[in-house]
């Protein structure tokens, strides 16, 4: 086995999380900044957690349809087949919404960066139940 790399892409920041090892048990691990060097940072991330596996969140609009956003995400996913890992889409619909909903129910301070690495761990953990049933 080994472990799997979840991505929010945002145009300001990429929330990133992991799964252990098991494939059971994702959690947040960063947020990466956009702001030109997000490759290079990505890049390192994926040799330091040797995922194999990367989750790129899907974003769509209400009506479960494409948008600008959708566009972007497809553009960015495309620079990091240059990994060589393999990339798979999860839709990603409300994750940064139900992300703020349960930092925000831990009745403690979060910021956006909280926000966009807990979204990215909900993808992960929408993928692993999907993909594995757990």
Known sequence: MGNVLALDIGGRRIGVALSDESLRIPHPLTTVI?????????????EEM???????????????????????????AEKLKEFEVPITFQDESLTSVIAEQQLRS??????KEMIDSAAATIILQDYLEEKYGH
């Open 106 to 111: 831990l009745g403690k301070p979060y910021t």
């Open 34 to 46: 956009v702001d030109g060097g997000e490759i290079e940072k990505l890049r390192l991330l994926v």
């Open 50 to 76: 040797q995922p194999v596996q990367i989750v790129v969140g899907f974003p769509r609009n209400q009506a479960g349809e494409m948008t600008e956003q959708t566009k972007t995400v497809e553009k960015f």
